[in-house]
């Protein structure tokens, strides 16, 4: 089946610190990987995408590379910033369906 | 440009009480609808999808509803809520399968509370 394995949170770094999230997927089929982004009280926000294997995605000095020979997809940022406090979601999503596959998210704070 | 709305942004209600929330798209045809459920500080939780006007696909048994009475809006009910129905509730939309990719569009939410 379909299913997306997050890093379990929450994180809490500080300002200019490096970042990584973990994301290990399975899917049948060939899928679009995606990371969100969540701020307090808010809905999702794509933050990134790739959608074929070596693929990178990059967005507010963020980046992920879809690695088909791991089956990942981390997230990545060499220097974060309060304002980068969220919750962070990777999903899949495959051509042959309807749905989208979720991980459980992982809460980042970034302190000063 | 697409957008996608959701009303209220925020609710207070007693239990046993009925529930109608809204969601509806501008800028886009034919697109598929979600209903998420996200409980206090967990993940998102898939309650209903719909490919078309009429077509519910409902992924977890519950004392919710849905309804697409129109092609971009669709609508979350329940005749009788109970207090775990309290969270934030995201409609989202794409565009259907078949597209190379098809990403997720989130609306702001709705944060109920049940009491």
């Known amino acids: 089946g379909n299913s997306v394995t997050q890093m379990e949170g929450p994180v809490t770094l500080s300002e200019e610190a490096f970042l990584t999230i973990n994301c290990t997927y399975t899917a049948t089929g060939y899928p679009s990987l995606f990371w969100y982004v969540q701020y307090p009280g808010e809905g999702l926000q794509l933050l990134l995408k790739?959608?074929?294997?070596?693929d990178k995605g990059s967005n507010k000095g963020f980046e992920a590379t879809y690695r088909k020979e791991t089956t990942s997809f981390h997230l990545e940022k060499g220097s974060v910033q309060v304002s980068d406090s969220a919750v962070y979601f990777c999903a899949l999503s495959v051509n042959t369906g309807n749905q989208f596959y979720f991980g459980t998210g992982t809460s980042l704070t970034v302190i000063p | 440009s697409q957008t996608i709305h959701q009303w209220p942004a925020t609710l207070v209600q007693p239990v046993g009480s009925p529930l109608s929330l809204e969601c509806t798209v501008e800028?886009?045809?034919?697109?598929?609808l979600y209903w998420y459920r996200q409980a206090a500080g967990r993940g998102l939780q898939l309650l209903f999808y719909s490919v078309g006007i009429g077509q519910i696909s409902s992924e977890v048994p519950q004392n919710l509803s849905a309804s697409r009475p129109q092609d971009r809006q669709f609508i979350l009910s329940s005749k009788k809520l109970l207090l775990s129905d309290s969270g934030f509730y995201l409609c989202a939309w794409s565009v259907p399968a078949g597209v190379n990719y098809n990403e997720q569009f989130f609306g702001p939410g709705t944060r109920l509370t049940v009491l």
């Open positions: 790739a959608t074929k294997a070596d």
């Open positions: 800028g886009t045809s034919n697109p598929n």
